[in-house]
Nanobody
Framework: QVQLVESGGGLVQPGGSLRLSCEAS????????VGWYRRAPGKPRELVAA???????MYPDSVKGRFTISRDNANNTLYLQMNDLKPGDTAVYYC?????????WGRGTQVTVSS
């Protein structure tokens, strides 16, 4: 079983930056498919960024060019660098990992973009 703990959320002004981190327990992290999702109030959960099992990076158009996903396999940590944040990016951000036996989720970290 995989446990995921997110950190790095907070309040930021429009145009600002944040870096989210997600620490994963256990071994095998380097071969997991991983990703970040978000859920804004009244909206469905949506994919923000992902790394497939073969290393392909995926971003929706809404964050492409502003968000960057990366991983540190030596420290079992997933990152999401978010630049040029907009009020529409306000949401709870969740870390996801798929070792091959199903999806695991963190509890989420709140990101609020407001002046």
């Amino acid at each position: 079983q995989v446990q995921l703990v997110e950190s790095g959320g907070g309040l930021v002004q429009p145009g600002g930056s944040l870096r989210l981190s997600c620490e994963a327990s256990g071994s095998g992290f380097s071969i997991y498919a991983v990703g970040w999702y978000r859920r804004a109030p009244g909206k469905p959960r949506e994919l923000v960024a992902a790394i497939t099992r073969d290393g392909k990076l995926m971003y929706p158009d809404s964050v492409k060019g502003r968000f960057t996903i990366s991983r540190d396999n030596a420290n079992n940590t997933l990152y999401l660098q978010m630049n040029d944040l907009k009020p529409g990016d306000t949401a709870v951000y969740y870390c996801n990992a798929d070792p091959g036996d199903g999806d695991y989720w963190g509890r989420g970290t709140q990101v609020t973009v407001s002046s």
